[in-house]
């Protein structure tokens, strides 16, 4: 359907009729709606998860959702629940197993991925591998295919989430840094540890449904990854790594709407491109300060 729609519509260069245009289907009105929901939680919980090193351990809470939505689609459930529950579950799984609160994780983190990939093999088997639609979906994201019913999980989730967060925010920042210290000074760094997997659960359910499991990295890794290579100010880097975000999804979501082609390629593509673009600027400026510091260390001989 989506396909034979953008046939239908075409870039017009005019701003307000393309903007018009983007916004006439109700379909667009919730995939902009929960992508926005979705980049502001993706941000702000991808800042820590970058900060901690946690990356392996979101891209396993993707990989565990998979065979969770399967379950739950096997069970007549909203696949939403199976995200949440096999990520969650996920989450306490790893913090039981881990020896230690961030260092040390990766042993218990690849367990649990290899289980959640063998569920997904038998439930991909039990469902008798009709149901590509919906398989496809979970890989690669739906945004065009959210409905009024997904909006209310989506944006109780987030709200949840960002809630959560901003309560933990300074302690877990701190358990971030220097967990032995904070550890001495009292911080609960092990149970904020397991809290923060839970967010990161959270996040990663919701994402799957604009990206899917498998370009959960493009909302969650890069926006933060480009903010921490900018500013090293905690606060404003939480606030560009959302901003990015949100422009990621945003110019993803118009793009796909106008091509045949699909929403989460331009999503990572831009994301991908401006990490690049960043890592550029930034070796171009060193080089540039190093040549500076070698003429003046040259004009004083």
Same mark, same amino acid.
């Not at 459930?77 to 994780?105: D, H, N, T, Y």
């Not at 960002?162 to 550890?183: K, M, N």
């Not at 890069?222 to 999804?249: C, N, Y």
């Given at each position: 359907? /989506?396909?034979?729609?953008?046939?239908?519509?075409?870039?017009?260069?005019?701003?307000?009729?393309?903007?018009?245009?983007?916004?006439?289907?109700?379909?667009?009105?919730?995939?902009?709606?929960?992508?926005?929901?979705?980049?502001?939680?993706?941000?702000?919980?991808?800042?820590?998860?970058?900060?901690?090193?946690?990356?392996?351990?979101?891209?396993?809470?993707?990989?565990?959702?998979?065979?969770?939505?399967?379950?739950? %689609?096997?069970?007549?459930?909203?696949?939403?629940?199976?995200?949440? %529950?096999?990520?969650?579950?996920?989450?306490?799984?790893?913090?039981?197993?881990?020896?230690?609160?961030?260092?040390?994780?990766?042993?218990?983190?690849?367990?649990?991925?290899?289980?959640?990939?063998?569920?997904?093999?038998?439930?991909?088997?039990?469902?008798?591998?009709?149901?590509?639609?919906?398989?496809?979906?979970?890989?690669? #994201?739906?945004?065009?295919?959210?409905? @009024?019913? @997904?909006?209310?999980?989506?944006?109780?989730?987030?709200?949840?989430?960002?809630?959560?967060?901003?309560?933990?925010?300074?302690?877990?920042?701190?358990?971030?840094?220097?967990?032995?210290?904070?550890?001495?000074?009292?911080?609960?760094?092990?149970?904020?540890?397991?809290?923060?997997?839970?967010?990161?659960?959270? %996040?990663?359910?919701?994402?799957?449904?604009?990206?899917?499991?498998?370009?959960?990295?493009?909302?969650?890794?890069?926006?933060?990854?480009?903010?921490?290579?900018?500013?090293?100010?905690?606060?404003?880097?939480?606030?560009?790594?959302?901003?990015?975000?949100?422009? /990621?999804? &945003?110019?993803?979501?118009?793009?796909?709407?106008?091509?045949?082609?699909?929403? #989460?390629?331009?999503?990572?593509?831009?994301? /991908? #491109?401006?990490?690049?673009?960043?890592?550029?600027?930034?070796? &171009?400026?060193? &080089?540039?300060?190093?040549?500076?510091?070698? %003429?003046?260390?040259?004009?004083?001989?």
């Amino acid at each position: 359907m /989506f396909i034979a729609l953008a046939d239908d519509v075409r870039l017009s260069w005019d701003l307000l009729a393309d903007l018009q245009q983007l916004f006439t289907y109700h379909f667009m009105q919730n995939a902009f709606l929960a992508g926005t929901l979705v980049a502001i939680v993706a941000g702000a919980v991808g800042y820590f998860m970058t900060l901690r090193s946690q990356s392996f351990a979101g891209h396993t809470l993707a990989q565990v959702g998979f065979p969770g939505a399967l379950g739950a %689609a096997l069970l007549g459930l909203s696949p939403v629940v199976g995200l949440l %529950a096999f990520g969650l579950g996920a989450a306490l799984l790893i913090g039981a197993l881990s020896a230690r609160e961030v260092k040390g994780q990766d042993s218990a983190v690849g367990i649990v991925l290899a289980f959640s990939l063998g569920l997904g093999l038998l439930f991909v088997r039990l469902s008798h591998a009709n149901n590509t639609t919906g398989i496809y979906s979970l890989l690669f #994201g739906a945004a065009l295919g959210v409905s @009024d019913r @997904d909006l209310g999980p989506i944006a109780l989730t987030t709200l949840a989430t960002l809630v959560t967060l901003v309560v933990i925010a300074r302690p877990l920042f701190f358990a971030s840094l220097d967990p032995e210290v904070a550890a001495a000074q009292g911080v609960p760094v092990r149970l904020l540890s397991i809290l923060f997997l839970s967010l990161l659960a959270f %996040a990663v359910a919701e994402a799957v449904q604009v990206v899917g499991v498998l370009l959960i990295f493009a909302l969650l890794v890069t926006p933060a990854a480009i903010a921490q290579q900018i500013t090293a100010r905690p606060a404003l880097s939480i606030g560009l790594s959302v901003v990015l975000a949100l422009l /990621f999804t &945003w110019s993803g979501l118009a793009i796909g709407y106008f091509t045949p082609y699909p929403i #989460g390629f331009f999503i990572t593509s831009f994301a /991908f #491109g401006a990490y690049a673009l960043v890592r550029l600027a930034r070796a &171009w400026h060193r &080089w540039l300060a190093q040549h500076k510091q070698a %003429a003046q260390k040259g004009d004083m001989a």
